[in-house]
């Protein structure tokens, strides 16, 4: 009986301390965050720690810890590049854009081609955001070779569409449809082709959204 006795108390102590208020500190002028730093020192710890210097491609591994070699999130890592030169214009963004399209087609066998649809559609739309920041011609021609072959997966299975891989073009899903119509869309805003647009949007906005 003491024992409980003296137990209660420990016990209604536990309980209380478990009461935790949780308030949003943010914006209660506690710290700031300039965040044009932070976004500077994400760019440059990407490349510092995922950069292969030597065949000029972003490694799957920090600080070489892996060095594979994956196609698409080469797409994303390029992205943060470009964004990166057009918020500061510094040339040491910029430097690894001529590298970058030489390194990931030669790691990849001599092309851009991909058995995955979707894996060549982003990385046709960073060819797009290539070239609409350096105007030069390789990359929009890239980005078209890519596209005329990306549309290659349209068949008129379940309704129409992009399928997601060269040997299953039975298989229709949103990451092989949604990129292609965002493809369509920016060169439409460059080349002004109304065949690649109507075809593209109509798919995935209409039968992927009703399913």
């Known amino acids: 009986m003491k024992k409980i006795l003296f137990c209660l108390p420990l016990l209604l102590l536990a309980l209380q301390s478990c009461e935790i208020e949780d308030e949003y500190m943010y914006d209660k002028g506690l710290y700031t965050i300039d965040w044009d730093a932070a976004a500077d020192s994400s760019s440059v710890t990407l490349i510092d720690r995922f950069w292969n210097t ?3 491609y972003f490694n799957y591994g920090n600080d ?12 994303h890592a390029m992205d943060v590049m470009i964004d990166a030169y057009n918020r500061t214009g510094d040339s040491k963004y910029s430097d690894l854009f001529d590298k970058w399209y030489v390194g990931i087609k030669a790691k990849n066998g001599g092309s851009y081609w991909n058995n995955f649809y979707d894996d060549m559609e982003w990385i046709a739309l960073t060819m797009i955001r290539l070239y609409e920041v350096t105007d030069e011609n390789k990359y929009l021609e890239t980005s078209q070779e890519m596209w005329n072959e990306i549309k290659t997966g349209w068949n008129d299975y379940a309704g129409g569409g992009i399928a997601w891989t060269h040997d299953q073009l039975w298989s229709k899903n949103a990451c092989s449809n949604g990129p292609a119509a965002l493809i369509a869309a920016r060169l439409y805003r460059i080349n002004g082709n109304q065949e690649d647009l109507d075809c593209l949007l109509s798919y995935p906005l209409i039968v992927l959204v009703d399913v």
Do not use: R, T
């Open 54 to 56: 030597e065949e000029n």
């Open 64 to 75: 070489g810890s892996i060095k594979d070699f994956h196609y698409w999130p080469q797409a």
